[in-house]
């Protein structure tokens, strides 16, 4: 047992094997080394399949790291010609300019990689499977008994039992099926194989935090295990949903107060005809988007390879971050977002915090066993063992952040019966406010709302983290 002043919480900033604390000027750089390059040209992949990069962090904490150019936007005319034109065409721009650094890598692609294409190809054969786990099953075992593990449908408060095998699924989720990729460049399977490659480090990497600190682990295992924990942010119905209605709240915001003039002007710039039919069938497109009628949303395969672009950045920023594991009575519940972003004083708990923001970020490892990942200096006391109290306010924060199911043993009944407010939208939009330095433009902040918006506010869990 580690004392006070000497934790045993694992972080690249503590003394620990030479290759963890190699200095902060090294850290990203000893990070890229030991993190697999395989994977990254995977990612690289999927990238493409996505059509651009990933929205930078807007104020308030919104998920996601972006980098990296992007694509001209798309004239206002095609949008309102065509709804899709929006996506089709940054697709496209994005892909001539990805599919180009690529033939530049061709000649040197690791064979790993290679093998990699090649199982993602083989997956497609035969009868595929369709059915695709937003949590992985490896994880999901933690919490079984004789084969079973309880699943609540946190909003409705449905509860049932079944095998982790058959928990949290849901068809084509990960499918990169589409018409404008080519299969034999990226593989409909491929992030799927990805998946079970990464699912498999984060399986080892978890076997070893159940009898070990993290200082203690081996440091590749644990830069392996950042991806994991990356793509457990980026992989779920969360991340998903706030992409899909991103485009359409971008949209709105730009073209929202477009008068029929502005229509019939940005028509002709782009040699278009703009006779009043023209402009008329332009309003209506637009006004259908502005109502809601029409929600413009990337493709699928866009949102996979969005959700594998940010993977990489979202597991980094966990490095940062000091890391312990505790224990627990052994009622420790987990959900299908299970790395919880817990703000803690100076954040609001209405809204959700980032993920290089958050006080502490909590990822359940088993029912007896918690990981905990603190900004540098937040926590006084790691007491190794959390009480019955204490684990029960972090169950109420990790049903709370569930998208849709929580999990736990099939003989336990805290999902079903500790009750949280319904889930909030995927985002918010506040504005406009105005522009301190430039009176002529407007400024709106868009932030994730936690369960907790329209409700009492509890306190911050585990109390003597914070003083």
Same mark, same amino acid.
């Given at each position: 047992?580690?004392?006070?002043?000497?934790?045993?919480?694992?972080?690249?900033?503590r003394?620990?094997?030479?290759?963890?604390?190699?200095?902060?000027?090294?850290?990203?750089?000893?990070?890229?080394?030991?993190?697999?390059g395989?994977?990254?040209?995977?990612?690289?992949?999927?990238?493409?399949?996505?059509?651009?990069?990933?929205?930078?962090?807007?104020?308030?904490?919104?998920?996601?790291?972006?980098?990296?150019?992007?694509?001209?936007?798309?004239?206002?005319?095609?949008?309102?010609?065509?709804?899709?034109?929006?996506?089709?065409?940054?697709?496209?721009a994005?892909?001539?300019?990805?599919?180009?650094?690529?033939?530049?890598?061709?000649?040197?692609?690791?064979?790993?990689?290679?093998?990699?294409?090649?199982?993602?190809?083989?997956?497609?054969?035969?009868?595929?499977?369709?059915?695709?786990?937003l949590?992985?099953?490896?994880?999901?075992?933690g919490?079984?008994?004789?084969?079973?593990?309880?699943?609540?449908?946190?909003?409705?408060?449905?509860?049932?039992?079944?095998?982790?095998?058959?928990?949290?699924?849901?068809?084509?989720?990960?499918?990169?099926k589409?018409?404008?990729?080519?299969?034999?460049?990226?593989?409909?399977?491929?992030?799927?194989?990805?998946?079970?490659?990464? *699912? @498999?480090?984060?399986?080892?990497? /978890?076997?070893?935090? !159940?009898?070990? =600190?993290?200082?203690?682990? $081996? #440091? %590749?295992l644990?830069?392996?295990?950042?991806?994991?924990?990356?793509?457990?942010?980026?992989?779920?119905?969360?991340?998903?949903?706030?992409?899909?209605?991103?485009?359409?709240?971008?949209?709105?915001?730009?073209? *929202? @107060?477009?008068?029929?003039?502005? /229509?019939?002007?940005? !028509?002709?710039e =782009?040699?278009y005809?703009? $006779? #009043? %039919?023209?402009?008329?069938?332009?309003?209506?497109?637009?006004?259908?988007?502005?109502?809601?009628?029409?929600?413009?949303?990337?493709?699928?395969?866009?949102?996979?390879?969005?959700?594998?672009?940010?993977?990489? *950045?979202?597991?980094?920023?966990?490095?940062?971050?000091?890391?312990?594991?505790?224990?627990?009575?052994?009622?420790?519940?987990?959900?299908?977002?299970?790395?919880?972003?817990?703000?803690?004083?100076?954040?609001?708990?209405?809204?959700?915090?980032?993920?290089?923001?958050?006080?502490?970020?909590?990822?359940?490892?088993?029912?007896?066993?918690?990981?905990?990942m603190?900004?540098?200096?937040?926590?006084?006391?790691?007491?190794?063992r959390?009480?019955?109290?204490?684990?029960?306010?972090?169950?109420?924060?990790?049903?709370?952040?569930?998208?849709?199911?929580?999990?736990?043993?099939?003989?336990?009944?805290?999902?079903?019966?500790?009750?949280?407010?319904?889930?909030?939208?995927?985002?918010?939009?506040?504005?406009?406010?105005?522009?301190?330095?430039?009176?002529?433009?407007?400024?709106?902040?868009?932030?994730?709302?936690?369960?907790?918006?329209?409700?009492?506010?509890?306190?911050?869990?585990?109390?003597?983290?914070?003083?």
């Amino acid at each position: 047992m580690s004392s006070r002043h000497e934790p045993a919480g694992w972080s690249p900033r503590r003394p620990g094997p030479p290759e963890a604390r190699q200095g902060q000027g090294a850290r990203w750089s000893t990070r890229r080394a030991e993190r697999p390059g395989p994977l990254a040209l995977g990612c690289y992949a999927l990238a493409v399949a996505g059509g651009e990069t990933c929205p930078t962090p807007l104020p308030g904490g919104r998920l996601g790291f972006g980098g990296g150019e992007r694509p001209a936007p798309l004239s206002c005319l095609e949008a309102l010609s065509d709804p899709t034109a929006i996506l089709d065409a940054r697709y496209r721009a994005s892909r001539r300019t990805c599919m180009s650094r690529r033939r530049d890598r061709r000649k040197r692609l690791p064979p790993e990689f290679v093998a990699m294409m090649e199982r993602a190809k083989r997956n497609e054969l035969g009868s595929p499977a369709r059915k695709h786990h937003l949590v992985p099953a490896s994880y999901l075992r933690g919490w079984s008994d004789r084969g079973q593990i309880r699943v609540t449908v946190v909003d409705e408060v449905r509860t049932w039992i079944t095998s982790p095998e058959k928990a949290a699924r849901e068809t084509d989720f990960y499918s990169l099926k589409s018409d404008d990729l080519d299969p034999e460049k990226v593989p409909p399977l491929l992030f799927e194989t990805m998946l079970s490659e990464v *699912e @498999g480090w984060g399986r080892s990497a /978890i076997d070893e935090l !159940l009898i070990k =600190q993290p200082s203690q682990v $081996d #440091p %590749k295992l644990m830069a392996k295990f950042t991806w994991f924990l990356g793509f457990q942010l980026s992989r779920g119905n969360a991340f998903r949903e706030e992409n899909k209605l991103l485009e359409s709240e971008i949209f709105r915001l730009k073209h *929202e @107060g477009m008068t029929d003039e502005g /229509i019939r002007g940005r !028509l002709e710039e =782009q040699g278009y005809p703009n $006779d #009043p %039919k023209s402009v008329a069938r332009a309003r209506k497109g637009l006004d259908a988007i502005l109502r809601g009628d029409v929600i413009l949303a990337p493709q699928r395969a866009a949102l996979v390879g969005r959700a594998a672009e940010v993977a990489d *950045e979202l597991g980094g920023h966990l490095l940062q971050r000091e890391w312990f594991v505790h224990e627990t009575p052994g009622v420790l519940v987990t959900c299908d977002e299970p790395l919880i972003r817990i703000g803690g004083p100076g954040n609001l708990r209405e809204e959700r915090a980032g993920i290089a923001s958050a006080g502490v970020i909590i990822f359940p490892l088993s029912p007896r066993k918690l990981l905990s990942m603190a900004l540098p200096g937040i926590r006084t006391d790691l007491t190794p063992r959390l009480d019955e109290a204490e684990t029960a306010e972090l169950n109420r924060e990790i049903i709370a952040a569930s998208s849709r199911w929580a999990f736990e043993r099939p003989s336990k009944h805290v999902t079903e019966r500790m009750r949280v407010p319904l889930a909030p939208p995927p985002f918010v939009t506040e504005g406009p406010i105005p522009h301190l330095s430039e009176p002529n433009r407007e400024v709106y902040r868009n932030y994730s709302p936690t369960r907790w918006t329209e409700a009492p506010l509890p306190p911050w869990p585990v109390q003597r983290w914070w003083r």
